[in-house]
């Protein structure tokens, strides 16, 4: 398979393309060339003296075992073994140098892929599975950076090595060197075919891997919800049905290359098996005639013959992992050629001064695939004020919030702040300016403290207990454990849903943004829960323009004006007592609200006594 080489180079030329993904991952390579210089460099030391052990063992047959010098024997030795000694201490030089280049390169094409990822839209990760992505920041730049860099050095030296062995073997035997290549042109083919049809089957491999690392990492966030409604059975066999995809596509893979490996390895060795018998043939013929055909010569071209082999296996198994890496590559550029969408302005303009006044100006937008959400939709937002969303799930009051803070960008028309469209300011800027608390806290794994100050990473200590005391949230904390140093777990899990909501409140009035969004914060606690949120909300929206969104109207009856949405356009708007007076769609939500949770109460009071 030494015409696999040709195989290589035509892969690796093919990388000139500046599409070509092979090429882009060679710039992260390029970053560090003095390493990847001493790479090649001792790769190719250790390959000299790897050439050099059939010449040191053809002078010891020749002049020092058929000549009878034993007082050269000694010395034949110490070469050989100060040849090998040095091939595996060139190799063992190369494998630490390359690990290290290895890894910064992983380093690097992992954080350009993590910074991506965090520049994408919203809608990106609506479409996917989070462990299919982390299946592609993990797996798949190892497979993609492992085949350059193991290609590039292996592919080089095992050239250079077949170039120096074959121009070595046509100067002491032609016609025996033009048999050890013959079948190295049905190796080629053979590996070209191969290579497009294992690129096919790795990329289901991967793409089954990425399906299972997705799975897991549901069932591991989920868990939960699975042990209480007890889907453990339908769990196991999804996961079952993922890993067994994964299993036979992995072993379609690994069965071509069964076949393709081994195959062609027999077919190049097929040259070996030449050698011997015309070598053999020729070296009787010579010791019969006299002829300078020697046995060191044999023994010397046949080391040769087989040293031949060792590159052509190598760029064998390069051809199987070029068709793995190709394969991921597409998965990793997928990510770093998605477009961001949402990008901040050339000249972003300064952030108003003060407190703004939201305004929606005519807008007009749509979810991908999706009937449009709003429709020449207009309201103000007074600043300082709280302006609240009420109406039926898809009315539009959550993709309001979105696209104020940029998550989407408008259709048509605007998103005003101060009078500047929302597209004018540094995206970074727009963003730290709102403070979010949405109706799922999100908290890291970490301390109290360490969540805190994600809000504003120089806060002390005592500016954190005055957040946490506006947020009605320093009463709990300050009974745990360590206080604001207690570690709360992934995801808050340590703590209530109350108690997580109240830190993110606590965050937000630690940031003291001058706009806050509420969405839906208190839709999954409870009635004594919620009083205490709704205290510590009434403290966060104080001086600040803020926008809630609420199904749940008992939350919004102080707010400044209460805006009904259906269907993307406003059906009335007002404060709470003037829409109630108006008997609108506004009070037939309230009354038909306050009559269910009458009969809740009731039905729950009822409950109790028949078990009392």
């Known amino acids: 398979e030494g015409v696999i080489a040709l195989h290589y180079l035509v892969s690796m030329v093919s990388a000139l393309n500046p599409e070509s993904p092979f090429r882009r991952v060679a710039r992260y390579l390029l970053r560090y060339r003095g390493l990847f210089i001493l790479t090649l460099s001792l790769a190719v030391g250790s390959t000299l003296f790897l050439v050099a052990i059939p010449q040191v063992i053809k002078w010891i047959v020749d002049s020092v075992i058929g000549a009878g010098r034993s007082d050269l024997l000694l010395w034949g030795v110490a070469a050989l073994t100060g040849c090998y000694f040095l091939r595996d201490a060139f190799n063992s030089l190369r494998i630490r ?19 991506r990822l965090l520049q994408l839209p919203v809608g990106y990760y609506d479409q996917r599975q989070t462990g299919e992505i982390a299946s592609r920041v993990i797996e798949d730049v190892q497979n993609v950076e492992r085949a350059l860099l ?6 080089t030296v095992s050239l250079l090595t077949l170039g120096a062995i074959t121009t070595i073997l046509f100067v002491q035997q032609p016609m025996l060197a033009a048999l050890v290549l013959a079948p190295l042109p049905i190796v080629f083919v053979m590996g070209r075919l191969h290579f497009k ?15 299972l690392n997705g799975l897991l990492m549901e069932n591991i ?22 890993a067994h995809l994964l299993r036979d596509t992995t072993l379609k893979a690994m069965y071509r290359w069964s076949l393709h490996g081994p195959g062609t390895n027999f077919i190049a060795s097929l040259g070996a098996v030449a050698v011997m018998g015309v070598g053999g043939s020729l070296l009787m013929q010579s010791q019969a005639s006299g002829g300078d055909f020697s046995l060191g010569d044999f023994i010397s071209f046949f080391a040769y013959c087989s040293l031949v082999y060792e590159p052509v296996s190598r760029l064998n198994q390069l051809n199987q992992l070029l068709s793995a890496a190709r394969a991921s590559s597409d998965r990793v550029f997928e990510i770093l050629d998605h477009p961001v969408e949402i990008e901040s302005p050339a000249e972003p303009k300064p952030f108003p001064v003060g407190v703004p006044e939201i305004r929606y100006e005519k807008v007009n937008y749509g979810y991908p695939g999706r009937p449009p959400v709003l429709t020449d939709f207009s309201l103000t937002l007074p600043a300082g004020k709280v302006t609240a969303l009420v109406g039926h799930t898809g009315a539009g009051k959550t993709t309001l ?3 104020l803070l940029r998550y989407y960008d408008v259709t048509s028309g605007h998103v005003m702040l101060g009078g500047v469209d929302v597209r004018d300011f540094d995206l970074g800027t727009l963003r730290q300016q709102i403070g979010l608390v949405a109706q799922e806290p999100f908290l890291f794994n970490g301390t109290v403290a360490d969540n805190l100050r994600l809000a504003r990473s120089g806060a002390s200590d005592a500016d954190m207990v005055a957040a946490l005391e506006a947020a009605a949230a320093w009463d709990f904390v300050k009974q745990l454990p360590d206080g604001i140093n207690t570690q709360i777990g992934e995801r808050g899990v340590r703590l209530s849903q109350g108690e997580k909501q109240r830190l993110t409140i606590a965050r937000v009035i630690l940031r003291n943004p001058p706009l806050v969004i509420l969405d839906e914060a208190t839709a999954s606690v409870d009635t004594i829960t919620e009083n205490a949120i709704q205290r510590a909300l009434g403290n966060l929206v104080q001086e600040r323009t803020t926008l809630v969104i609420a199904h749940r109207l008992s939350t919004v009856r102080r707010a400044d004006q209460i805006v009904v949405l259906a269907h993307g356009h406003i059906v009335e708007k007002g404060t709470h007592d003037d829409l109630i007076a108006h008997n609108g769609a506004y009070a037939k939500l309230w009354h038909a609200q306050a009559q269910a949770d009458q009969h809740t109460f009731e039905g729950t009071h009822t409950h109790t006594h028949t078990h009392t």
């Open 97 to 115: 140098v390359n690990n290290t280049l290895e890894q910064r390169v992983l380093v690097d094409l992992r954080g350009d892929l993590h910074a």
């Open 401 to 403: 919030a979105n696209l």
């Open 150 to 155: 193991d290609g590039t050095e292996q592919g």
């Open 221 to 242: 966030s989920g868990h939960r919800l699975i042990s209480s409604f007890a889907l453990g059975d339908r769990e196991r066999g999804r996961f079952r049905e993922a």
């Open 197 to 211: 049809a294992g690129r096919v089957l790795w990329k289901n491999t991967r793409e089954a891997a990425g399906a």
